[in-house]
């Protein structure tokens, strides 16, 4: 069922629009800012996590373009279009680059068939549940846009601290990453309580009581989604420690709460 045949649902907070007004964005409703507010209010710091986060990708899409030779993106939870996007990044390293664009929410795909687009390259949308990965891998959209014997980055920016151990979590990115040649690349971040239990605690309550069924994990946890394959260094960490360049504060780590790796299969 396409984006355009089915409305969002306002009644009820969306996370995708919660992580929009955390970037700052004004692609929200009132129901996603007393949800997001709430949590502001155990958790201060989470536009601090959002930008972090955000920030993760803009090195590790780069990184993969310009270092790895990577040239073609299977980006699943796109969330709501911040510039810059995705394809953005890669095809200013590399013109020709092509990216698929995943996401389940209407609001989401309706801006993101409107403003992201390219002048150079390829980009394409499917309107898919993570859950359901036959219906990404099977997509025409996917076949027509990617060459799947050519490695693949398949990129997963805060998205799977919404799908719980009990939806099989981890057996999805491994279903995902059997259908990629090797080569291919994940890239990767999520959720943790390592850092501040009290705070993340409260904003997974929070979440919950909107049926969005967060689950955040552990170092060990996230990491065994890399199983099998070689991480690029430095590893498993917070976002802001991923080739940054920079050292940041140790404090940081409590206000992200985060870890972010990128692996190579």
Known sequence: MGADSREADVTRAAAARMYDYFLGGKDNYAVDRDAAAEVEKHYPAVGVMARSNRDFMHRSVRWLAAEAGIDQFLDIGTGIPTEPNLHQIAQDVLPAARVVYVDNDPIVMAYARAL??????????????????????????????????????????????????????????????????????????????????????????????????????????????????????????????????????????????????????
């Open 116 to 265: 992201l687009t390219s002048q150079q390259g390829r980009t394409a949308y499917i309107d898919a549940d993570v859950r359901r990965v036959r219906d990404i891998l099977d997509a025409p959209q996917l076949r027509e846009t990617l060459d799947l014997s050519r490695p693949v980055a398949l990129t997963m920016i805060a998205l799977m601290h919404f799908v719980p151990d009990t939806a099989g979590a981890h057996g999805l990115v491994t279903e995902l990453l059997a259908a990629l040649p090797r080569g291919s690349y994940l890239a990767m971040s999520q959720a943790t309580a390592d850092f501040d239990p009290v705070a993340i605690g409260e904003a997974v309550r929070i979440y919950a009581q909107r049926g969005l069924t967060p689950q955040v994990r552990s170092h060990a946890e996230f990491s065994r989604f890399f199983a099998g394959l070689d991480l690029v260094e430095p590893g498993v960490v917070p976002p802001h420690r991923w080739r940054a360049g920079i050292e940041p504060p140790d404090s940081l780590d409590a206000e992200v709460n985060f870890y972010a790796a990128v692996a190579r299969k």
